[in-house]
């Protein structure tokens, strides 16, 4: 999850997230074995080489690679900023992933459609995912202290995936950030608003329910 901020290493998150993102679309067309490698690379436009690369496997580009945090970043966190509040750190966290790796909430909704279609991905993203929180977790003791606990650290993570997962949802009908209402400062909460400040919005709401 760690990776230098370089003009090469953001060239190459650009073609990795093309290849993952033409794997999730044959995928919701064609299904998960509905497709072949050699398929995705046309698809991409790469050579069948290039494509193994940057993926071993059609799971690996399908699931595509996690996300990175720059060494900066991470220095920055653990020594009590950007902010001085932990919770709001963590936040901008997340916002610098949603940033450096050019989310969209399109790009997220697919993924998950893709995902709860296929159970072998659900298995497979969620290992991932847990690996990833506990790098985050160990990020969060070395910051806080041993005395912080993992549990609550744990738990944290927990929360803030809820609050993720909460700013993919856009419904009309409903009221409040990412609800296609208003966000907190009254301004229309459209689907082309970054997913970054939909994040933001929904993680005040989500301490100011939690006070």
Known sequence: MLESATPRAS???????????CAQQLTEAHGLDGFTMDDLAEAAEVSRRTLFNYFPSKLDAVLG?????????????????????????????AR?????????????ELSQRVFFANPRL???AHERFEAFSEALV???L?????????????????????????????D????????????????????DRPLADVFSDHLATARALLA
Do not use: W, Y
Request: without cysteine; charged residues 25%; hydrophobic residues 40%.
């Open 11 to 21: 060239k190459r998150r650009r073609t990795e997230h093309h290849i993952n993102h």
């Open 138 to 140: 160990e990020h969060i």
């Open 122 to 124: 659900i298995v497979t």
């Open 172 to 191: 009309p009908s409903a009221e409040g950030p990412g609800a296609g209402g208003t966000d907190g400062d009254g301004a229309p909460d459209v689907p």
């Open 142 to 170: 070395a910051r806080e202290g041993a005395d912080f606990g993992r549990a609550r650290a744990r738990l944290l993570m927990r929360l803030l995936v809820a609050v993720f997962d909460s700013s993919l949802v856009l």
């Open 96 to 108: 610098v992933i949603f940033t450096d790796e050019g989310l969209s909430r399109e790009q997220l």
């Open 65 to 93: 690679n996690m996300p990175v945090l720059s060494a900066s970043a991470l220095a920055t966190f653990e020594a009590g900023g950007p902010h001085g509040d932990l919770v709001d750190d963590l936040g901008e966290l």
